[in-house]
DNA sequence: GCGACAG
DNA sequence: ATCTTGTCGC
């Protein structure tokens, strides 16, 4: 499939931020309901800078595998909190643009609109992409909530200056909740119905699992 | 003001 | 992210 390049490389902070800035205003918070083809994205970090993406596409109903793909790249930007993308984002491009499926529904490792200037990861990979992305955090980043109740299904809102930016999940009973939101083309509804679904068995989505084992040992 | 801060 | 043992629960 094929990604636009919607900005030149960042090479500091600011420029990073205003970019963020510029292309939130790009972010559609309504869309599809159901996905044919669903797509898991994670990184794996080793050695210095080098970094593999992988990117697994699921069968929307079945979850079966319907194509995997990986790719090699080095961290393209410092760790700085709320510019993470930046450090992943090309080798992610590189690895979706070698896909020949296109897929209907992005599940990222990370955060969306949850996100200090409202333009996370999954924000930033559904504009490029022009397709609905959603994100999922393993740990709390912005905002507050209370925690959900303790049965599967069970969710709280994420609340920061005023909006509601996300939902913390439980996706398995007595275990700790994940964090969604919104990247681009979702509902919250949606993206925390579609992450619930994904989730079926483990804590995290099954996409999100795919992705992250093959970033471990490609094949 | 200071520290903490997705992965 | 990653460096890491044992322990608990299904």
């Keep these: 499939m094929q990604v636009r390049r919607l900005h030149p490389w960042p090479s500091s902070v600011a420029e990073a931020e205003s970019i963020q800035d510029r292309l939130r205003g790009h972010v559609e918070l309504t869309g599809p309901t159901e996905f044919a083809l669903v797509a898991g994205l994670d990184v794996h970090y080793h050695g210095d800078d080098a970094v593999t993406a992988a990117v697994v596409v699921l069968d929307g109903g079945t979850l079966a595998p319907v194509e995997q793909v990986v790719a090699e790249g080095r961290v393209a930007f410092p760790y700085v909190p709320g510019l993470f993308a930046f450090r992943e984002l090309p080798t992610l491009i590189d690895a979706l643009e070698r896909l020949t499926v296109t897929p209907d529904l992005l599940v990222c490792d990370g955060y969306g609109l949850a996100h200090p200037r409202g333009f996370g990861l999954a924000c930033h990979l559904g504009v490029l992409t022009g397709l609905p992305a959603l994100g999922v955090g393993k740990t709390p980043f912005i905002g507050t909530h ?67 084992h093959l970033a471990r040992h490609p094949s």
């Design 146 to 212: 209370e925690p959900p109740g303790p049965e599967r299904g069970a969710w709280t809102p994420i609340a920061h200056e005023g909006a509601t930016v996300g939902r913390a999940l439980r996706t398995q009973r007595g275990v700790k909740p994940v964090y969604v939101s919104q990247g681009h083309r979702i509902s919250l509804d949606t993206a925390t119905g579609q992450v619930l679904r994904l989730a079926a068995r483990f804590r995290l989505p099954e996409p999100i699992r795919h992705a992250d």
